[in-house]
C-alpha cells in the first residue's frame, strides 16, 4: 500500500555537516602545547567576562555602594532589591510581548520558508527560480532601509502600537535568510528518496513533512534559533512602530528604563540581566543543539 | 511496481506547485519590495509622518545630497565599516581555529566566547555605558588612570569605542562561521602536513587559510553588509555624538525622519543606503568567484 511509505534514513546521508569531520584538532594540538594560542584564548575570554561580570556584580550592590565601592569588587551586602524593582516595574508584561513576538515571528516564519525552499529546491518552473532570485536580493539589500514605508503601511493598516506590527515585517525579513539555509541543506536530501516516495503516490504535501523535514531537522533548528534571536532581541522595528507600555518588547523596555532610572545604574543593570536570562537558561540547557545548529548552517 | 516506466517517468518529473512558495513570496513582496519600491517613492515626497503625504519632486534629495552632515554619515560608517572589519575578521578567524581544536579547556572557553551571541544590543550598550563610566566603571575599578577617560564623550575616542563594542558583541557569531568552516577541513590534510614536517605556523597558512576561503567569504559578507545594521547598538551607546561624531547613516536615517520629522530626507538617505548595500553585496559576490556552492563541494 502506498500509505506505508516508511522512508528509511541511512545515517550517513543525515544532514549534518559536523558529522563529517574528524577530530583533525586532536593531532594539531598534541604536537605542542600552543602557548600563544592559549594567551590569546584566555585574553579573550577576560575581554568577554569584565563587563558580564560588572554588570552582574553592579546589579546586587544598592545605590550607596554603588556610588563608595570599587565597581570592580563585589558588594558587600549583595541586594535583591534592584531585581524586585525592574519586576515591580511590569517586567513580567514585557517579557510576555517578547515572547509572543518572538513566537508568532518565528513560527509563522519557518512554515512559510519552509514550503518555499522545499518548491525551489524540488520545482522547475521559471517561477520559482524568480522567487529564489528575489529572496537572494534581499539578503543584499539592508531590509531596515525601507522602515519608513513599512511605518506607513502599517499605520494605514491601523496596526500602529500593537504585537501585530512587530510580528508580520518580523516575517517578512525572517525568510531570505531561512530559505537560503534550508534551500542549501534540501539540495543534499538525495534525489532517490523523493523519486521513490512519488513513485508510491505522495503527494508534493506528504514529502515535504515526512521525507524534507525530517532530513533537514539541523537546518530547520538552525534557523529558527537564527530568527528567534534576532527577533527577540530586535530594537528598531519596537522602536518604530510601538509606542505605549502595553506593546512594549523587552529590548525597548531597557531603553526606556534606562531614561527613567538613569541615575539608579544598578536598577538599569539589573534589568539587563533579567531581560538576558531567559536566553542564558536555554543557552545552559541546549548549549550543544544551539551551537551546533547554528554552526551547521552557516558553514554551509 | 505496477506503474510502467513511461508512466513513471512523468510521474518523476513532475514538481512541486509553485504555490507552496506563495505564502513566503506574499510576505516578503508586502514587507519587503513592496517597501523598497515605497522608498524610492517617499523620497521624491515631503512628509511629516503625520499629515499629508505631498509629491515634492527632487527638493528632499538636494537637501540631502547638499547637507553636509550626510557626508559626514557617509563618512562615520566607512570608518566604522572599515575598522570593525579590520578588527573583528582576524579575530574571529583566530578564535575560530583555536575553538575547534578538541582540548577540554578550549571547548569550555568556547561556553563562555558565545555569551555575548544571547545578549541583544540594548543590552550590550546600556551595560557598556556603564561599564565605560569614568568614575564608577572600569577604569576607577581596576584603578587603571588610561581606562578612566571620558570614552563617551570624546569625539576622538569615541568611534573606537564603538568598533570595539561592536567587535565584543559580533565576534562570536563569526567565530561560531569560522569554527564550522576549520571543523570540516579533511584531517588528512594536516596529516599529510605533518608528515612532510610542516610546522603549525606553516600549516594555517598552507591549509587552514587557503581552505577556509568561502567561509572567509561568508563571514567577510556579513561583517559588512551588516556593518549597515549597526543601527540600535550605536543609537542606544552614543545616540550618534558627541555631535555628529558616531551617527551612522541608518542612525542618521531615523533621526532625519522620526526625530526631525521629514521623512522625505529620510526616504532619500534610505534609498543611498539600499544602494550601498547592493553595490558591497555585489562586489564581495564577484570577489568570491560565481559558483559558490559547486567550488564549497569541491573542497570537501
Redesign the interface.
Known sequence: MASTTQIPVPPATRVAPSSKPSKQGRGRGRARPNFLGGLGGWLWLAVIIVPIYYVVVTSLKNQAGFFTSNPMLPPAEPTLDNYKLVLENDFAMYFVNSLLVTVGSVVPALLVSFMAAYAIVRGKSRFLGWTNKLFLLGLAIPLHATIIPIYWMITKAHLYDTLLALILPSIAFAIPISVLILSNFMRDVPNELFESMRLDGCSDWAMMWRLALPMTRPAVVTVGIYNALGVWNGFLFPLILTQSPSTRVLPLSLWTFQGEFSVNIPAVLASVVLATLPLLVIYVVARRQLISGLTAGFSK | ?S?SSAS?RR??E????????A???F??L??????????F??SFTKWD?LGE?KLDGFSSWTTVLTDPVTGNALWVTAKIMFFSFIVQAP?SL??GV?T????K??AV???????????????VA??????L?PN???G???GIPFLAQDWLGNSDLVLFVVVFVIA?QFV?FHT??Y???V?????SL??AA?IDGAG?VQ?FFAITLPQLKY?II?SSTLMV?GS??Y??LV??LTGGGPGYSTRLL?LH??LT??KAND?GA??AL??I??V???A???ILQRLGGKNR?AS?LEG?
Open positions: 511496481m506503474v513513471s510521474v518523476l513532475r514538481g512541486p506547485s509553485g504555490w507552496l512558495a505564502p513566503a513570496l510576505f516578503f508586502l514587507f519587503a519590495i513592496i517597501p523598497l519600491a515605497g522608498v517613492f517617499l509622518g503625504i579575530i583566530l578564535l583555536f575547534s581544536a578538541s582540548q579547556y578550549r572557553l568556547a561556553v563562555l566566547y558565545f555569551v555575548p551571541l544571547l545578549l541583544s544590543s540594548a543590552a546600556i551595560a557598556y555605558k556603564a561599564l563610566d564608577f566603571g572600569l576607577p575599578g581596576l565584543w562570536p561560531l562561521i569554527q564550522g568552516g571543523r570540516q577541513i579533511p584531517a594536516y596529516e605533518q603549525r600549516q567561509t561568508t553588509v549597515l545594521a543601527f540600535d543609537f542606544v541608518p536615517m531615523y525622519g522620526f521623512m529620510a526616504s534610505g534609498v543606503l539600499v550601498i548595500g547592493l558591497l553585496a555585489l556552492n564549497q570537501a
